[in-house]
């Protein structure tokens, strides 16, 4: 579970217009926050000098410093480091040793892999911020990332009963759509590849090596599940019905909760929705494709985009928020990839559990898959029955 949350007390800062004020900082180190005195906070304002001395800025309020760099508040920062502190704890890598001849504060060692997700800057440059070597921000990262994808997994799981109600019922109040669960929507995490093993397997539609991540979101953009591993070269169709989450669908076993009767006496079962890449399937509702539509099938479209861009905002939120989704990966692992964009998805739902803010900022201008043109899906068979009845009864 998330942090609870303290209640605030004292005066509120007044807010200012919205956009981030910009300062160098250095000098005198500022007082430090109540809530910062309990733990290790040295590094935080090492970190701040450093970056200052290379020439670069920061917002100038302490709350939005750090989430310029994290991505999350101090207090959320500080319940991620509570998940992973007894692995890094009880099993550290060898040789986390700063250049002062100290070993590293569990709080180091997650700002230094959150940082390095958060920024996709190269080793090297993330190493220099925090005054460690290249080797240490490789042997953190990973030691973060192994223990995060065992231990964060209760915050990316499909849905109870009892919350897939309250999802239903928040996509119908925004939308119109009646029983939608979530929306589906997939991106590439781009990558080279070395040139003596070059592989046309994971060469994409526009000559980039790449690695799918297929996601399905709820209401408020939380992942409740992903795919990932698969080669860019797929289809979205094809890494769909490769995807467990297929296969349960299929088999009846998700998708599978009270089913809705419209006022003509048609059956609305639980489905999702996405684009035009993707087949229309009793459980999965696709635009109507077409230059005349009816009223009633462009009103649907309207209603349908409406709750499927929820699933493209959400990614273009994660790839926003961790850029190193978003940068080229130099030569990843691609055993260890998958992983890493885990753990990054992880990191993008504990931000929504913890009802933490980000900067406005963060997520990306454009589409998460700039430079790719959307696929048509080639319907195999027709499975227009209930998304005819949703039609009409968005009518009634």
Same mark, same amino acid.
């Given at each position: 579970m998330a942090p609870v949350k303290k209640s605030k007390k004292g005066k509120q800062k007044p807010k200012d217009s919205g956009k981030l004020k910009i300062v160098k900082y250095g000098g005198a180190? +500022?007082?430090? *926050?109540p809530e910062l005195r309990s733990l290790d906070t040295e590094w935080w304002y090492t970190f701040?000098?450093?970056?200052?001395?290379?020439g670069n800025t920061a917002p100038s309020d302490d709350g939005e410093a750090f989430r310029y760099f994290f991505r999350t508040s101090r207090r959320t920062f500080d319940y991620i480091c509570s998940i992973v502190r007894e692995d890094l704890i009880s099993r550290p890598p060898s040789g986390l040793i700063n250049i002062e001849g100290r070993l590293l504060s569990v709080e180091k060692q997650v700002a230094i892999a959150m940082r390095r997700l958060a920024s996709g800057d190269s080793q090297v !440059?993330? $190493? &220099?911020?925090? $005054?460690? $070597?290249?080797?240490?921000? !490789?042997?953190?990262?990973? /030691?973060?990332?192994? !223990?995060?994808?065992? /231990?964060? /997994? +209760?915050? #990316?799981?499909? +849905?109870s009963p009892e919350r897939m109600e309250q999802i239903k019922a928040k996509f119908e109040s925004v939308s119109g759509l009646p029983n939608c669960c979530g929306?589906?929507?997939?991106?590439?995490?781009?990558?080279?590849? +070395? &040139?003596?093993? *070059?592989s046309e397997d994971w060469c994409d539609p526009v000559?980039?090596?790449?690695?799918?991540?297929?996601?399905?979101?709820?209401?408020?953009?939380r992942f409740i599940d992903i795919v990932t591993g698969w080669p860019g070269s797929m289809t979205f169709s094809r890494l769909l019905k490769c995807s467990g989450f297929f296969k349960l669908c299929e088999a009846g076993k998700r998708l599978d909760g009270p089913v809705k009767v419209s006022s003509e006496n048609g059956e609305i079962r639980e489905f999702i929705v996405g684009n035009i890449c993707y087949p229309l399937l009793p459980w999965l509702m696709t635009p109507y494709e077409g230059e005349s539509l009816s009223a009633p099938m462009a009103s649907f479209n309207v209603k349908q985009k409406a709750a499927r861009m929820l699933g493209t905002r959400a990614l273009s939120r994660l790839k926003g928020s961790w850029r190193i989704l978003n940068k080229v990966m130099w030569r990843p692992?691609?055993?260890?990839?998958?992983?890493? =964009?885990?753990?990054?998805? #992880? #990191?993008?739902?504990? =931000? =929504?559990?913890s009802e933490d803010e980000l900067l406005p900022d963060?997520?990306?201008?454009?589409?998460?898959?700039?430079?790719? !043109? @959307? @696929?048509?899906?080639?319907q195999m068979n027709s499975n227009e029955s209930m998304r005819d009845i949703i039609t009409a009864y968005l009518q009634s």
């Open positions: 180190q +500022p007082p430090l *926050p701040l000098h450093k970056h200052a001395e290379s !440059s993330v $190493g &220099a911020a925090f $005054g460690v $070597g290249q080797s240490t921000v !490789s042997q953190v990262t990973w /030691r973060f990332i192994e !223990s995060m994808e065992e /231990r964060a /997994r +209760p915050h #990316l799981v499909w +849905p929306a589906i929507d997939a991106t590439h995490i781009i990558m080279t590849l +070395p &040139a003596v093993k *070059p000559k980039n090596y790449s690695m799918f991540l297929q996601t399905i979101v709820d209401d408020e953009m692992d691609k055993n260890k990839l998958p992983s890493i =964009i885990l753990v990054c998805c #992880l #990191l993008h739902n504990i =931000i =929504i559990d963060v997520q990306l201008p454009d589409h998460h898959d700039t430079g790719y !043109s @959307e @696929e048509n899906c080639e």
